[in-house]
């Protein structure tokens, strides 16, 4: 079982809906979580982070946390052919600082 | 801003070469990693380091090694480049703060070739 699992996708929405890009973890003792923007060629970009259930909301982000069902999404509201990219996802686990990263999901937003 | 600079975006190499990937922060971050990112094999961990002089290995350490003389310099090096190093490398640093694992600032990636 990987560590960390995504929907490779690609995943296609209109433009202007709400993209939902979810992900689940196996630690339950995972602490952080992190979404990443990647664009092909690019490196990739933090967007998002979260540590505690509920939601977080930035601009036209969302990321939910749900650590009872280890599992973490991310919302894209209205969105836009710019948001077509890769989303990561990363779960800070084990010691020393670091994460573990999911293959990510591919998004393509639909004009 | 966070900063993290790469010496190259792309890079050539012939096999059985030694190689250097320079990465520099100007953060002021304890941590440092490199990554090297496959198709469909997402993002692996190389190496990393917690402070000067410090290194531990990763999950693919295999042909690799690493070297931090200075806080802000983590450095790559592929002892002997095969064919099956060509990838994308990639260098990230974060802070360290007790008890929470912070988030990583990348930079743009190197691109290695090796022929």
């Known amino acids: 079982q990987k560590e960390v699992e995504q929907n490779s996708g690609p995943l296609s929405v209109p433009e202007g809906a709400i993209a939902s890009l979810n992900c689940t973890y196996s630690?339950?003792?995972?602490?952080?979580f992190f979404w990443y923007r990647q664009y092909s060629g690019k490196s990739p970009e933090l967007i998002m982070s979260i540590y505690s259930n509920g939601d977080k909301e930035d601009g036209r982000f969302t990321a939910q946390l749900n650590k009872a069902s280890q599992y973490v999404s991310l919302l894209i509201r209205d969105s836009q052919p710019s948001d077509s990219a890769t989303y990561l996802c990363a779960v800070g686990t084990g010691g020393y600082q670091k994460v573990t990263f999911g293959t990510g999901t591919k998004l393509q937003v639909i004009p | 801003d966070v900063k993290v600079t790469q010496s190259s975006r792309y890079l050539v190499k012939r096999t059985g070469e030694k190689v250097f990937l320079e990465c520099v922060q100007d953060?002021?971050?304890?941590?440092m990693f490199w990554y090297r990112q496959d198709p469909g094999l997402g993002l692996r961990l190389i190496y990393f380091?917690?402070?000067?002089?410090?290194?531990e290995k990763g999950d693919i350490p295999e042909g690799y090694s690493v070297s931090r003389e200075k806080k802000e310099r983590f450095s790559l090096i592929l002892e002997s480049a095969s064919t099956n190093q060509t990838s994308m490398y990639l260098c990230?640093?974060?802070?360290?703060?007790?008890?929470?694992?912070?988030?990583?600032?990348f930079g743009p990636g190197t691109r290695l070739t090796v022929l």
């Open positions: 953060m002021d971050h304890e941590n």
């Open positions: 630690d339950r003792g995972s602490q952080s």
């Open positions: 990230a640093s974060s802070p360290r703060t007790s008890g929470s694992y912070n988030e990583q600032f």
């Open positions: 380091s917690y402070d000067v002089k410090m290194k």
